[in-house]
């Protein structure tokens, strides 16, 4: 059955849609519209009502407020925004000028055979520096821009106080209901320059060491022929695996009983969450092309809206920027608010991870592959010939801040290879299994009747900061701690809906999705502070 189109009073518009040439003099406290005499017989028959003139003085305060509220708060925040920005710009020529000189004066010290690379470091530098200033100008456009037209709203209020009538007033303020939403301040790159003292050895290490961070977009090889000479071998996989068993961790102590500090009814389908350092989660919804990112009372901070499905998402460890990949076979970025391309792979991308070195690791059917930031491919776990893949139907995927192993969710599909058990497989920095895990807990671990017994079927993963397995085990509602060797050492939740997504933020905060017959998000502590 068609529906019919309902009239839209244009602004200003003192007359009836419903009924022609009628004065709009009263107002429908029910609909909270201005209405005719008659339409108190027609369409709000039976609501309450009262004179248009008499909601004037409340429409009139809120006004009042608006325009107070802005030009106390909004008015001189934004002032002080557009302030800072010259002192950026300065702040950003200051830091270069000065690693400029300081990389000049290290290379005098070096043979001639330093000179192409001490050029590569200062168009590194320029680059950065370049985008620096093209993102503060930005920011400073988009700052200047919201402050005229907040100063042109300010002027239109003020006139509508003194000369507008009932109607002006009415809809005057219906405009100025909608938030004021203040540019993000944008994340600059940095750059740490350390010399080295005893020049001796490879070039790369007499020069010095250059470190980035930042959200834009030099080239990855560019940054890479900083640190890596023609002719430098990279570090052996045993080397680098040492390497990593020196990273120093605070041994934290897991709590007898783990706490829920907050739980709260998902205002989306949560499918993929990452927690920030800042008490906030960006996350994805199941089948949906929108990213939201919420507080932890699950609050929605922002949302950004892709043009195809998003089917999973992972924050960097090192910049802390998004990533995404999409159906369409896009692996992206969030850059100012929107999901940028930085490249596309050949088959479908079914989950992603950013690593610690700002690598992409990309799960697709049948292998998992790291990419650069560029989309060149550094490994894979593909078999070759007819041999079974390690890795047949990945799921999520996850780096581990301590070793830099990675696990993987492996629902092992038939299709795909697999023999149908789901499963996780941990493996090292250059893909090869140091094992397999597949839900064993310990006898001691003690499991209610509803929720111990079924197959392991692994929906959410990560690592914590003391280097421990995360699983969301959703057939069993249960959230398990797994050990850097594979070993199950607890439950560390269970709950009486689904367990899905998982992630660890600021203090190891776990924030765990909660499906079926649930939809909601707890965030539980397993350590003490």
């Not at 407020?65 to 030009?71: A, G, L, P, S, V």
């Not at 680098?240 to 934290?252: C, I, L, T, Y």
């Not at 990452?274 to 929605?300: E, F, H, I, M």
């Not at 050949?346 to 930031?373: D, E, F, L, Q, R």
């Amino acid at each position: 059955m068609a529906t019919a189109n309902i009239p839209v009073r244009t602004e200003g518009q003192t007359t009836c849609n419903h009924h022609k040439g009628r004065q709009l003099d009263l107002y429908c406290e029910k609909c909270q519209e201005p209405i005719c005499p008659k339409c108190i017989s027609t369409i709000h028959k039976l609501h309450p009502m009262c004179e248009l003139s008499e909601v004037t003085p409340q429409k009139k305060q809120d006004i009042r407020n608006f325009i107070d509220r802005t030009e106390q708060n909004d008015l001189v925040q934004i002032g002080k925004y557009i302030t800072s920005t010259d002192t950026l710009l300065k702040d950003n020529d200051s830091i270069f000028d000065k690693l400029s000189h300081e990389l000049k004066m290290q290379t005098e010290k070096l043979k001639q055979d330093l000179d192409k690379l001490r050029e590569e470091t200062l168009s590194l530098y320029q680059n950065l520096k370049d985008d620096n200033i093209k993102l503060i100008q930005k920011y400073k456009q988009e700052l200047e821009i919201l402050n005229k037209q907040l100063k042109h709203q300010i002027q239109k209020c003020k006139k509508t106080l003194q000369q507008g009538s009932h109607i002006e007033i009415y809809d005057t303020k219906n405009e100025i209901d909608s938030q004021i939403h203040i540019p993000v301040k944008p994340t600059l790159d940095t750059v740490s320059f350390n010399p080295n003292n005893t020049p001796k050895g490879h070039l790369v290490q007499a020069l010095g060491k250059v470190t980035t961070s930042g959200q834009s977009h030099t080239s990855t090889d560019q940054k890479r022929s900083v640190s890596l000479a023609d002719g430098q071998q990279q570090p052996s996989s045993q080397q680098q695996s040492e390497d990593k068993g020196k990273k120093a961790v605070a041994r934290k102590t897991l709590l007898t009983e783990t706490k829920v500090v907050e739980e709260w009814e998902s205002p989306c389908y949560i499918w993929s969450i990452c927690p920030t350092t800042d008490d906030q989660a960006w996350t994805s919804v199941y089948n949906s092309n929108t990213l939201t990112l919420l507080d932890r009372k699950g609050t929605v901070i922002q949302k950004v809206t892709h043009k195809a499905r998003i089917n999973d998402i992972s924050l960097s460890p090192t910049t802390h920027r998004l990533w995404a990949c999409d159906i369409q076979n896009n692996i992206l970025e969030l850059v100012s608010g929107q999901l940028t391309q930085q490249f596309t792979t050949k088959t479908h991308p079914i989950c992603i991870c950013i690593t610690a070195k700002n690598h992409v690791i990309v799960g697709m059917s049948g292998n998992v592959s790291k990419y650069t930031t560029q989309g060149q491919m550094v490994l894979t776990t593909m078999a070759a010939g007819t041999g079974k893949p390690l890795v047949c139907t990945p799921y999520r995927i996850t780096e581990c801040p301590v070793t830099n192993n990675v696990a993987v969710i492996d629902h092992s599909n038939k299709h795909d290879g697999g023999d149908g058990n789901r499963h996780v497989v941990v493996m090292d920095t250059d893909f090869q299994q140091l094992f397999v895990y597949r839900g064993d807990i310990p006898s001691t671990c003690k499991q209610s009747p509803q929720t111990g017994g079924e197959p392991f079927n692994p929906c959410g993963i990560v690592y914590d900061s003391q280097g421990s397995l995360i699983i969301g085990d959703k057939n069993n509602k249960n959230v398990v701690l797994v050990s850097k060797d594979g070993k199950g050492l607890r439950i560390l939740h269970t709950d009486s809906g689904w367990v899905g997504a998982v992630g660890v933020g600021r203090d190891d905060l776990l924030w765990v999705k909660i499906g079926y017959p649930k939809n909601c998000v707890k965030m539980l502590q397993y350590y003490k502070m």
